[in-house]
């Protein structure tokens, strides 16, 4: 098949909800992909951080192929052994008590929502379900997860959304005072606003939110659905904040490129959800659970340490070429926002750096860069290679 006849086939037959570029992916090894005519991509996108492990990692594949050939599927009415050990594997790792697995990043959110509503249910009765979140921050697509989010941009179209949802400006604990009230059970929030731009945030700030929290018994739930997996440097990035959420959700990176999300709870909140309260038909599925073992496996503490060196050395070398369109850098691990300065437009840039090869992400008005976190040094310097190539001279 040729470029043009995919892209008329896909125009024909599939809902144009995404601004797609103009460009077909076929297969990848590592950080590299190959589109239908071989032309070869350097990957600083990893899917949207979710191919954590790289493409075609061989005990991933085999792991699929594997747990695919005893058992692709059964009912959550049974016990599984990929379930509970990918479970048991979370929970070590996160100082958690118990996992629920969904399939999606707005999913985890969802379920997060329950949990505090019915924490506060239990305790409480009615008349204190609202969640505050905060400004710029993304949860998701669902009606729920859209109200929670805080960008004006997302609130249109879907009338009504669903209430329950308060928000305040990131950084500052007057403005989340302001919003706050008798009927709040949480908050929800993201240490490293990802689709807002990269943006940490402060370790004071949020240190200080999980006294409040603490102190008016809401939970602290956090969104780790691009954040975790080892996107940020460590296992989930509340690991770096000296803080122990009630709950905590995750989806990208979990199973390395198939569809799974979920959440953890704490010791605290492990029991708020009975049998009854909560469900999913795919959920925590035996082969993307198989799967995700592998990419935990993978990101071993030397693995996450080599996260960490990455990012520094990533954003080190795209600050020392002093590219004109391109500012400071910022994030954490690797999970990086470049700043696009004034006059030129971030998304027209990423079109320029993927027709020369470069897969790159856009977050707010900045790049973003989300490589596999197995990217090796030499694709690295090959995708640096095109980014100097490409912005210089422009
Ligand atoms: C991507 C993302 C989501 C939504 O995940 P889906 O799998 O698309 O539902 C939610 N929160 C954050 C922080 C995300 O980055």
Redesign the pocket.
């Known amino acids: 098949m040729t470029h043009e006849d995919l892209v008329a086939l896909d125009h024909q037959y599939t809902m144009q909800t995404y601004g797609r570029y103009d460009v077909d992916i076929d297969h990848g090894k590592g950080a590299t992909l190959w589109d239908l005519a071989g032309k070869a991509y350097i990957d600083f996108a990893a899917g ?1 951080g979710v191919n954590a492990i790289g493409y075609a990692n061989e005990r991933w594949v085999e792991a699929i192929y594997d747990q695919a050939s005893r058992l692709g599927h059964v009912s959550n009415l049974f016990y599984t052994q990929p379930y509970a050990k990918l479970a048991e594997t979370l929970c070590r790792r996160s100082g958690m008590a118990a996992a629920f697995f969904g399939n ?4 985890g ?1 969802e379920g997060l929502i329950k949990l505090a509503r019915k924490y506060s249910f239990d305790k409480y009765g009615k008349g204190r379900g609202t969640i505050l979140t905060l400004k710029n921050s ?4 669902t009606s729920a ?1 859209l109200a929670a989010t805080g960008q004006e941009v997302f609130h249109n179209y879907f009338h009504p959304f669903p209430d329950g949802f308060r928000c305040a400006r990131a950084g500052s604990m007057d403005a989340l005072q302001e919003v706050a009230g008798h009927d709040v059970c949480a908050v929800l929030l ?1 240490l490293v606003q ?2 807002g731009g990269v943006y940490p945030m402060d370790q004071d700030y949020v240190h200080d939110l999980a006294v409040l929290c603490a102190e008016r018994d809401w939970l602290l739930l956090v ?1 780790e ?2 954040t975790g997996i080892g996107r940020t440097g460590t296992l989930f990035a509340f690991q770096q904040y000296g803080i122990i959420p009630d709950g905590v959700s995750f ?2 990176g979990i199973a390395g490129g198939l569809p799974m ?1 979920g959440f953890l709870a704490n010791e605290r909140c492990r029991n708020v959800l009975g049998p009854g309260t909560h469900a999913s038909t795919f959920g925590g599925n035996p082969v993307c659970a198989a799967a995700a073992q592998v990419v935990l496996d993978i990101l071993d503490e030397d693995a996450l340490a080599a996260v960490r060196e990455k990012g520094r050395y990533l954003r080190a070398s795209i600050e020392a070429m002093g590219l004109p369109p391109l500012g400071a850098t910022r994030g954490l691990g690797l999970m990086i926002g470049v700043e696009v300065k004034e006059g030129w437009d971030n998304r027209d840039l990423a079109a320029r750096l993927i027709q020369n090869g470069l897969l790159v992400l856009t977050a707010g008005p900045a790049l973003r860069l989300l490589p596999p976190l197995t990217i090796t040094r030499a694709e690295l310097d090959k995708g640096l290679e095109i980014l100097k190539s490409t912005l210089q001279s422009l």
């Open positions: 949207i999606s990043g707005a999913e959110n993304f949860h998701g697509r997860t993201e990802g689709e969104d659905v691009q989806a990208k999300g």
